[in-house]
């Protein structure tokens, strides 16, 4: 079974970048989809962004779509999330996601993802 440990969020200024990294330790990565979602408070957990293991399909959530962009380097066992153009909305706890998958499958509900991150925390100031 593979473990996900998310990295590499912070407070960032209102247009501002941050890049969230989720690396994979147990197992190869290899033949895993992955996903991104984000929980505000109060609010449910929804889905951000989605890789599949052959890199050839990404997906993304409507508000995040031109500002976001996911990536994976297999080699690495690791999966980004280069995120851009940050606004107040996107400030959440972002968890990443894996599953075994078809090669250019991506799946976007998280009842379709077994393996969890412990999540990361960003928070976009104005």
């Known amino acids: 079974q593979v473990q996900l440990v998310e990295s590499g969020g912070g407070l960032v200024q209102a247009g501002g970048s941050l890049r969230l990294s989720c690396a994979a330790s147990?197992?190869?990565?290899?033949?895993?989809?992955v996903g991104w979602f984000r929980q505000a408070p109060g609010t449910e957990r929804d889905f951000v962004a989605a890789?599949?293991?052959?890199?050839?399909?990404?997906r993304y959530a409507d508000s995040v779509k031109g500002r976001f962009t996911i990536s994976r380097d297999n080699a690495k066992n690791t999966v980004y999330l280069q995120m851009n153009s940050l606004n107040r909305e996107d400030t959440a706890v972002y968890y990443c996601?894996?599953?075994?998958?078809?090669?250019?499958?991506?799946?976007?509900?998280?009842?379709?993802?077994?393996?969890w991150g412990q999540g990361t925390q960003v928070t976009v100031s104005s």
């Open positions: 996601a894996a599953d075994r998958a078809h090669p250019s499958y991506t799946a976007v509900l998280d009842h379709e993802y077994f393996t």
């Open positions: 147990g197992r190869t990565f290899n033949m895993y989809t």
């Open positions: 890789i599949s293991w052959n890199l050839k399909s990404t």
